[in-house]
T-cell receptor
Framework: NAGVTQTPKFRILKIGQSMTLQCTQD?????MYWYRQDPGMGLKLIYY???????DKGEVPNGYNVSRSTTEDFPLRLELAAPSQTSVYFC?????????????FGPGTRLLVL | QQQVKQSPQSLIVQKGGISIINCAYENTAFDYFPWYQQFPGKGPALLIAIRPDVSEKKEGRFTISFNKSAKQFSLHIMDSQPGDSATYFCAASNDYKLSFGAGTTVTVRA
């Protein structure tokens, strides 16, 4: 199993540009999550999904959108990139709910908005 | 606001020493408390976890101590090794979502 894979690894965006961060998991997990990690701030939940076709907002959803058309894929869309979105983005998945189930993280996407 | 407060922000320990990281929470609905370990350039990975009905859990050199009445929990790394140098995050959950602490960067000097 590859686990959770993310592409790209690194990207530079200009202010106002858009992009999609890709996330795929091959563990047949129902739950998937997007986090952003900023220095000294831990990980903040952006969006999560409890299954194909079902998504919901996390703690910091503004400026982002998600979709979940399949169990495996959970892309994160940035519209009109802003410098405040410079961060490292992690996708994670778990078999069931987070209360007791391990979340498996991808290697991250480092995004720089200039 | 940070639902889980973690300290210290960083610590340096000699090889063979003990590293202690503390976390505190306010939401009494939290019922699962994992610790994640993250190496540079990698995603976090689960290290050890505890539920509030247990006061201590040990796995190898890693121990979680849990104080439900004080709403605090801590990670102890015994006999610290250079390979333990990483960032450690405490977290808490009561449903799908994990709330993470800000992280502690541990450096183990040989």
């Amino acid at each position: 199993n590859a686990g959770v894979t993310q592409t790209p690894k690194f990207r530079i965006l200009k202010i106002g540009q858009s992009m999609t961060l890709q996330c795929t998991q091959d563990m047949n997990h129902n739950y998937m999550y997007w986090y952003r990690q900023d220095p000294g701030m831990g990980l903040k939940l952006i969006y999560y999904s409890v299954g194909a076709g079902i998504t919901d907002k996390g703690e910091v959803p503004n400026g982002y959108n998600v979709s979940r058309s399949t169990t495996e894929d959970f892309p994160l869309r940035l519209e009109l990139a802003a410098p405040s979105q410079t961060s490292v983005y992690f996708c994670a998945s778990s078999y069931e709910a987070g209360g007791g189930e391990t979340q498996y993280f991808g290697p991250g996407t480092r995004l720089l908005v200039l | 606001q940070q639902q889980v407060k973690q300290s210290p922000q960083s610590l340096i320990v000699q090889k063979g020493g003990i590293s202690i990281i503390n976390c505190a929470y306010e939401n009494t609905a939290f019922d699962y408390f994992p610790w994640y370990q993250q190496f540079p350039g990698k995603g976090p990975a689960l290290l050890i976890a505890i539920r509030p009905d247990v006061s201590e859990k040990k796995e190898g050199r890693f121990t979680i101590s849990f104080n439900k009445s004080a709403k605090q929990f801590s990670l102890h790394i015994m006999d610290s090794q250079p390979g333990d140098s990483a960032t450690y995050f405490c977290a808490a959950s009561n449903d799908y979502k994990l709330s993470f602490g800000a992280g502690t960067t541990v450096t183990v000097r040989a």
